[in-house]
């Protein structure tokens, strides 16, 4: 049985990215707007995107380390959601953007159980296959 790093690291940022910024209607600015369509402003795009996929997946990968991960894996957790807050800061202003901060708070804790059902596949016997198409 194979476990990709990546499967988990997207299904994670398609949660934040679902929960915090489409379902808020915020457009996250990117390199490569002029190359977005008009009905795709809404969330992340492009380098965005892809940063944070590969900080997530990263985290991931490096929490496969420790025997037991949970505790790297919350700090993990809590950068990524430091990340959003970071955006949402950047892109509504500090005011506004601090009205998301519970918001953030929650989907983190869904992501720590995606997370830790990462690691329940690992911890069975899965071989994990970190990168995009075994990149």
Do not use: H, Q
């Not at 940022?13 to 808020?24: S, V, Y």
Request: proline residues 2%; negative net charge; aromatic residues 12%.
């Amino acid at each position: 049985m194979e476990v990709w790093s990546r499967n988990y690291a997207g299904e994670i940022c398609e949660l934040f990215e679902e929960e915090i910024f489409i379902k808020n209607d915020i457009c996250v600015p990117s390199p490569e707007d002029d190359e977005r369509d008009e009905d795709d402003m809404i969330g992340l795009y492009g380098s965005t995107w892809y940063d944070f996929i590969d900080m997530v997946e990263d985290d991931l990968v490096d929490g496969c380390e420790y025997e037991n991960p949970e505790e790297e894996i919350k700090v993990a957790v809590a950068s990524w959601g430091a990340y959003c807050s970071g955006i949402l800061d950047e892109v509504l202003g500090e005011v506004e953007g601090g009205e998301y901060r519970a918001l953030v708070a929650r989907v983190c804790e869904d992501a720590l159980e995606i997370c830790r059902e990462f690691y329940a596949e690992l911890n069975k016997g899965a071989c994990l296959i970190s990168g995009e198409f075994g990149d």
